[in-house]
């Protein structure tokens, strides 16, 4: 099963920091466009930054110059640096492919941001 494993949600004030990462299987970040999507109650997922096989990265506009993708493909592992979180930041953060598979989606990370 392919399926990503999302970690480093958390409770984090505004302007905080936080550093998720998602883990997936060697075939994902060899073949994959990766990306991270987010999700808030009662609407749908949508991708907020994403990174190719060549690391090039695009960012929804409500995260650019806040949010950093990386991809560690020997480590099968992809990250988002969040910072100067806001409030609304808070979310269901999820890893998939660019386009995403539904059979690809793993549990998620919650990220609040609240004072």
């Known amino acids: 099963q392919v399926r990503f494993v999302e970690s480093g949600g958390d409770l984090v004030q505004p302007g905080g920091s936080l550093r998720l990462s998602c883990a997936a299987s060697?075939?994902?970040?060899?073949?994959?466009?990766v990306a991270w999507f987010r999700q808030f109650p009662g609407r749908e997922r949508r991708w907020v930054a994403k990174?190719?096989?060549?690391?090039?990265?695009t960012y929804a506009e409500s995260v650019k110059g806040r949010f950093t993708i990386s991809r560690d493909n020997a480590n099968n592992t992809a990250y988002l640096q969040m910072n100067d979180l806001r409030p609304e930041d808070t979310a269901d953060y999820y890893c998939?492919?660019?386009?995403?598979?539904?059979?690809?989606w793993g549990q998620g990370t919650r990220v609040t941001v609240s004072s």
């Open positions: 998939n492919v660019i386009p995403y598979r539904g059979d690809f």
């Open positions: 060697q075939e994902i970040f060899d073949y994959y466009t």
């Open positions: 990174i190719n096989l060549e690391e090039v990265t």
